[in-house]
Every structure is written in structure tokens, then in C-alpha cells.
């Protein structure tokens, strides 16, 4: 099993940062993926952005310039730095993370970490 904690998030105002940090745990072997999603009230899970092994990045189009995903591999973690960030960034983030194992892959989800943005 993989344990994913999330930390980092809170309340700001238009424009300012956060940056939220994903750990992992347990019996890891490696991760094919890391990454985070939102999900706002009302709305559906989306992605907000997504780091490889190999360290191919993508983002939603919503943060592309604003937002930075970063991996720290030895110590299995994963970053979003989040810049300019706009009332509409409100959202629960979830961190993501495709496991490989020798036996196949298995995805997980952290218990997810609010931010809010507003004045």
C-alpha cells in the first residue's frame, strides 16, 4: 500500500503564492507519474498538472505560466508551486500518483488539501 499527505495549503489573496507539497509512504517501488488535481464545488475532478519519471511535464491550460510542478524523487515527493493564483484556483487539490509495481501499476489519491483564494 501507498500512502499519499498532502500540505501546503490555506487561504491567500489574488495574486499571491502557496505551495503544496505531496509526500508518499509505504511500500513504494516506483512512481510512473505523480501529479495534482482540483476539484471546485459544483465541478468535476480536473488536472492541474502532471510530472514523469522521466520528467516530462503537462498542465491545464488554466495554469500554464502560473503554476510549476516539481518532483523530488529520492525523497518521493512531489511539488506545485503556484504563482499569480486567481479566485478561480479555489479548489480542493488532490495529489495523484501512478505506482509500478512488478505485479502492475495502481493508482492513488491523497485526502486532499483546500486553497482558497480570495480578499
Known amino acids: 500500500q501507498v500512502q499519499l499527505v498532502e500540505s501546503g495549503g490555506g487561504l491567500v489573496q489574488p495574486g499571491g503564492s502557496l505551495r503544496l507539497s505531496c509526500a508518499a509512504s509505504?511500500?513504494?517501488?516506483?512512481?510512473?507519474?505523480m501529479g495534482w488535481y482540483r476539484q471546485a464545488p459544483g465541478k468535476r475532478r480536473e488536472l492541474v498538472a502532471v510530472?514523469?519519471?522521466?520528467?516530462?511535464?503537462t498542465y491545464a491550460d488554466s495554469v500554464k505560466g502560473r503554476f510549476t510542478i516539481s518532483r523530488d524523487i529520492g525523497k518521493e515527493m512531489v511539488h506545485l508551486q503556484m504563482d499569480s493564483l486567481k479566485p478561480e484556483d479555489t479548489a480542493i487539490y488532490y495529489c495523484?500518483?501512478?505506482?509500478?509495481?512488478?505485479w502492475g501499476t495502481g493508482e492513488y489519491w491523497g485526502q486532499g488539501t483546500q486553497v482558497t483564494v480570495s480578499s
Open positions: 510530472i514523469t519519471n522521466l520528467g516530462s511535464t
Open positions: 509505504g511500500k513504494i517501488f516506483s512512481f510512473n507519474a
Open positions: 495523484n500518483a501512478d505506482h509500478a509495481t512488478p
